[in-house]
């Protein structure tokens, strides 16, 4: 079994300030990792995902994730934040064997003002 | 654009009844799953269909229900609707055959039981 942890459920920050949004997970098997954004009444859109190779990920919007499986960690980052930013952030990881379901965090809010 | 679509968009039931939710997969994927996202709350994996048959479920009771079609598209089903059943209920269409790539997400339906 799986699970997600994101330690932050708010984070306020001004615009064009950098955002570090944290996740950690727990899980027996190996995983693949992701990160989803959702915007107000809307469903998930991928952000960025870790399947294999080099352990920085880009993705969309500026964002970028390091793995982390030491730590078993896949925090998101992005160097200078907009207000369109401002959504719900899930993480989520699947195992890799059986790729049968997605395991999601409890999900932060990032609040981006001027 | 995922190419996901559910309908309906919204809709409100009454306690005790049953609903039926359809989501349209995107073109080539032959794997569904259905989420459950309660407010404030990440989403929680109901049930994956691969290829018509069940292939997972998650802590769910036998109310809720699946069908995938011949197309791929799926419904969900619940009957005996409770109030805890409000929520924004997810589908996501994937490839399984070749490796596990991404999840692709509809908009979501918007569930309301009175």
């Known amino acids: 079994a799986q699970s997600v942890t994101q330690l932050d459920s708010q984070v306020p920050v001004f615009e064009e300030a950098p955002v570090e949004l944290r996740c950690n997970y727990s899980?027996?098997?190996?995983?693949?990792l992701f990160w989803y954004v959702q915007y107000p009444n809307q469903g998930l859109q991928l952000l960025l995902k870790?399947?294999?190779?080099?352990?920085l990920v880009k993705g969309i919007n500026g964002f970028e994730a390091e793995f982390n499986k030491s730590q078993t960690s896949f925090h998101l980052r992005k160097p200078s934040v907009h207000i369109s930013d401002t959504a719900e952030y899930f993480c989520?990881?699947?195992?890799?064997?059986?790729?049968?379901?997605?395991?999601f965090g409890t999900g932060t809010r990032l609040q981006v003002t001027l | 654009e995922t190419g996901v679509t559910q309908s309906p968009t919204h809709l409100i039931k009454t306690r005790g009844q049953q609903v039926t939710l359809r989501c349209s997969s995107q073109?080539?994927?032959?794997?569904v799953s259905w989420y459950q996202q309660a407010l404030g709350q990440g989403p929680q994996f109901i049930f994956q269909?691969?290829?018509?048959?069940?292939?997972g479920r998650g802590n769910f009771p036998p109310r809720f229900s699946g069908l995938q079609f011949p197309n791929y598209s799926s419904e969900l089903n619940v009957n005996a609707l409770e109030l805890d059943d409000s929520a924004l209920y997810l589908c996501?269409?994937?490839?399984?055959?070749?490796?596990?790539?991404?999840?692709?997400f509809g908009q979501g339906t918007r569930l309301t039981v009175v």
């Open positions: 989520a990881v699947i195992d890799t064997g059986t790729a049968s379901k997605l395991t």
């Open positions: 899980s027996s098997v190996s995983v693949y």
């Open positions: 870790y399947l294999s190779g080099s352990t």
């Open positions: 073109s080539g994927h032959n794997t």
């Open positions: 269909y691969y290829r018509e048959e069940e292939n």
């Open positions: 996501s269409s994937s490839v399984q055959t070749g490796g596990f790539t991404e999840a692709f």
